[in-house]
C-alpha cells in the first residue's frame, strides 16, 4: 500500500512539474518598429521585469525580408517566410496579371483577403496548429488603427480580429457598426467578437495604443483566449515622423506609454489568476533609420527609362517590382552602376531549376564583401517566391546623418537599423535571468510558443529557441546549434557592416 501511495505522490508531483512548465496561454506583444536600444531613452520598468523574469536576445533580428509590418505580423503568426505565406509587402506584382495587388487596404483586410493568401499558400501557423491538437482554443488578434497588421496576425486561424478603421468607412452588409480612428471597433468579416463585448469595445474613448490595450484586455477579461496577439502601432508611426532615435523627446512618451501598457496587461493577467499559466513575449516586426532610399528616384526613373519599363510598385526604391522581370538584371545593374550613395549591393530575381532566386548583378559581385554577401543571399532567399519583387536594392548601414536628409524615418533597408529588434519571453518554462547571443528571428516564435504549449510545430521555416528553455529536448537543441552556425555569421555581417569601408560599394 504504501509503495502504491508513493507511486501515486511521485505522477502528481511529476504532473505539477510537468504543469508548470507548460504554459496555458500566451500574448505576443508586437510593439510595432521598435529598435533594442529605443530601451537606453525611456524608463521601461514593467518590460525590465519581464526581462527579469525571463529570457531575451540582444541580437534578435527579423531574420527575413521585406521588413516592414503586413510580412512581418504575418511571419510572427505563422512562424514561415514571406517565400512561404505569400504576403511580401503591403502591395506586390501579380505574377499572373502583371498588374499591382494591394490586399492591404480596410476593405480586402476586413473580407479576409489576408487569410486567404494563406490559405492559397497552405501555410501553418501558431493558431492553426494549436486549433489541430486543442479544437476548443481561441485565438485573438487585436490592435489599433493598423488594421493590417492586425489581419496578418489573425492569419487563417483567429477567432476574434480586432482594430480601428478608417474614419468614414461604411462597413459591409451585415457587419455590425461604423469604423473610424477615434475609437469604434473593425473586425474581419466573421472575427466579430460576441456582441456583448463589441458593445463594450464600440464604447471606449481611447485612442493609438490606448485603445488597443483596452480592446485587448477586454478581450481577455471577457474570452480568455489561448492566444492573443496585439499590435501597438504608435512606436511606429512616431518614429517614422521623427526618425526614431535621432529624437529620444519625441520618443521617450510614446516609449514609457507603451511600458505602461503593458504593465496594464500584466495586472490584466494576475487578477484573472492566471497570470504563472501565461507566456508573455515582447517583440517587434521590424526596427527604425534615418529616412535615406538606397538609390534616388532619379537613377531609378532613368533605368526604367532606359530599358523601357515601368514601376508597377516598390517599397522605398529597396524591393521593386517593374512591368518587364526579363529587364530586371539590366536596370538593376545600370542603378548600381550610377553608384548611388546609400546602396550596397543590387539583385535581381531570376529563375534556376524552376526555383526563385536572388543574384547580385556584375557591378555588385564585383565589389561586395564575401561576408555581407552571404548575408544577403540569406535574406533574399527567403522572399524568393513568385511574388517576390524582381529587384531588391540593399542599403549601407550609415554612421553619420548626411545633412540633406530629411529627419524622417524609414525601415525598408536591409540594414541592421532596420533588422534588430527587441525579443522577450517570459513564464512557463522558460529560464530566469538569462540572456542570450543567439541570432533569434520573428519566424521562430511560433515554433517556441507552440514548443512550450506541447504542440510539434510542423511545416514552419522558423525552430524552437531552445536555448532559452528550461528543458528542451534534444532535438530541438541540435536543430538550433546547426540553424546557429549558418545565421550567426549572416546576423553579425550585418551588424557590423559599418565596419567595411562604405566607398568600396555603391560610392
Keep these: 500500500m504504501k509503495r502504491l501511495l508513493l507511486i501515486f505522490s511521485l505522477i502528481f508531483c511529476f504532473a505539477s512539474f510537468a504543469s508548470a512548465q507548460q504554459p496555458k496561454y500566451a500574448v505576443v506583444i508586437v510593439v510595432d518598429g521598435m529598435r533594442p536600444d529605443y530601451m ?8 525590465q521585469k519581464l526581462i527579469k523574469r525571463g529570457s531575451s536576445y540582444t541580437d534578435a533580428w527579423v531574420g ?137 469595445i464600440r464604447a471606449m474613448k481611447s485612442a493609438g495604443d490606448d485603445w488597443g490595450m483596452e480592446a485587448a484586455v477586454t478581450v481577455l477579461n471577457d474570452l480568455k483566449p489561448q492566444v492573443m496577439f496585439i499590435n501597438l502601432p504608435v512606436t511606429d508611426g512616431t518614429g517614422h515622423a521623427a526618425a526614431g532615435i535621432l529624437s529620444p523627446n519625441i520618443m521617450r512618451p510614446v516609449l514609457e506609454n507603451v511600458d505602461m501598457l503593458i504593465g496594464k496587461l500584466v495586472e490584466a493577467y494576475k487578477k484573472l489568476g492566471i497570470y504563472d499559466e501565461t507566456l508573455f513575449i515582447v517583440t517587434a516586426d521590424h526596427g527604425m533609420m534615418f529616412d535615406e532610399s538606397p538609390a534616388p528616384g532619379n537613377i531609378v526613373n532613368k533605368a526604367m527609362d532606359k530599358y523601357g519599363v515601368k514601376i508597377v510598385t516598390s517599397t522605398g526604391n529597396g524591393p521593386i517590382w517593374i ?64 511574388n517576390g519583387p524582381d529587384i531588391f536594392l540593399c542599403s549601407i548601414e550609415p554612421t553619420t546623418t548626411p545633412p540633406d536628409i530629411r529627419k524622417h524615418g524609414r525601415h525598408y533597408q536591409i540594414a541592421w537599423g532596420a533588422q534588430h529588434i527587441p525579443m522577450v519571453f517570459a513564464g512557463p518554462g522558460i529560464k530566469k535571468g538569462f540572456v542570450s547571443k543567439s541570432p533569434a528571428r520573428i519566424v521562430d516564435i511560433a515554433p517556441t510558443v507552440l514548443a512550450l504549449m506541447g504542440v510539434e510545430p510542423k511545416g514552419m521555416d522558423g525552430i524552437v529557441l531552445a536555448d532559452i528553455l528550461k528543458n528542451p529536448k534534444k532535438n530541438q537543441k541540435s536543430a538550433q546549434k546547426k540553424i546557429n552556425a ?13 565596419k567595411y569601408d562604405p566607398t568600396a560599394v555603391g560610392k
Design 486 to 498: 549558418q545565421l550567426t555569421p549572416a546576423r553579425d555581417a550585418l551588424r557590423d557592416q559599418s
Design 323 to 386: 512591368s518587364d522581370s526579363s529587364k530586371s538584371k539590366d536596370v538593376a545593374e545600370y542603378i548600381m552602376a550610377a553608384k548611388p550613395r546609400a546602396a550596397s549591393g543590387g539583385y535581381y530575381k531570376t529563375k534556376v531549376d524552376d526555383k526563385y532566386v536572388y543574384k547580385p548583378v556584375p557591378t555588385t559581385e564585383k565589389t561586395i564583401d564575401p561576408k555581407l554577401a552571404a548575408t544577403y543571399e540569406y535574406l533574399l532567399s527567403t522572399v524568393a517566391c513568385a
Design 64 to 200: 527575413g525580408v521585406v521588413n516592414n509590418t503586413p510580412p512581418s505580423h504575418a511571419s510572427i503568426a505563422s512562424g514561415c517566410f514571406t517565400r512561404t505565406h505569400g504576403i511580401v509587402a503591403f502591395t506586390w506584382k501579380d505574377p499572373i496579371t502583371g498588374e499591382e495587388r494591394n490586399p492591404t487596404m480596410l476593405q480586402p483586410i476586413m473580407k479576409g483577403e489576408l487569410a486567404k493568401i494563406a490559405s492559397e499558400n497552405n501555410a501553418p501557423s501558431l493558431g492553426k496548429l494549436l486549433k489541430e491538437h486543442d479544437p476548443s482554443a481561441k485565438i485573438a488578434a487585436v490592435g489599433a488603427h493598423k488594421f493590417y497588421a492586425v489581419g496578418a496576425l489573425a492569419f487563417n486561424s483567429a477567432d476574434y480580429s480586432i482594430f480601428i478603421g478608417e474614419t468614414g468607412h461604411k462597413v459591409e452588409q451585415g457587419m455590425e457598426g461604423a469604423a473610424d480612428d477615434t475609437g469604434v471597433g473593425s473586425f474581419v468579416k466573421g472575427k466579430s467578437p460576441p456582441k456583448e463585448t463589441y458593445r463594450k
Design 40 to 47: 537606453t531613452i525611456a524608463s521601461m520598468p514593467n518590460l
